[in-house]
């Protein structure tokens, strides 16, 4: 039986995920699933490090927490879209409820997860997303070019 930390037997697109999550113990478990599937990874430990991240790096997909300390993942996400980033966002919760998997759809995540995820399922899942057609990742005229 294969574990599920052990790489696929297809390699992945090297897609740049950037992984946001105040624990430290789930930061490496998730970068460990996807490094060995062929994901580039960054790593954040809360929303402001993370909007570092974006403002000088192109990121093809965020995987954020919603309970972090400071701001959430769907402060996050409303950041993110005052700043002009279309970048799609898979938002993870430990406790999962009808109202937050609204909520988070409403405020813009493409996919909910409840923790703990599996990582065959996500890697599945961003694969998806990154095979469906998406609005450019470039801001409204309005906004400043992010990459």
Do not use: W
Not at 25 to 35: E, G, V
Not at 70 to 85: A, H, P, V, W, Y
Not at 92 to 118: C, F, I, N, Q, W
């Amino acid at each position: 039986m294969a574990n599920a930390l052990d790489p696929p037997a297809t390699p992945s697109s090297g897609a740049r995920i950037l992984f946001v999550d105040d624990d430290a113990f789930t930061r490496r478990i998730i970068n460990a699933a996807l490094s060995n599937r062929g994901f580039q990874t960054r790593l954040a430990d809360s929303a402001v490090a993370a909007m570092a991240i974006l403002r000088t790096e192109p990121i093809d997909i965020v995987l954020t927490d919603q309970q972090m300390p400071g701001k959430s993942g769907l402060d996050l996400m409303r950041t993110m879209r005052d700043e002009g980033f279309n970048t799609p966002v898979i938002l993870l919760t430990g406790v999962g409820s009808l109202e937050m998997a609204v909520s988070a759809v409403r405020s813009g995540a493409v996919h909910y997860l409840t923790k703990p995820v599996d990582p065959h399922d996500l890697q599945q899942l961003i694969t998806d997303i990154l095979l469906t057609p998406q609005e450019p990742r470039v801001p409204t005229a309005s906004k400043p070019i992010r990459p």
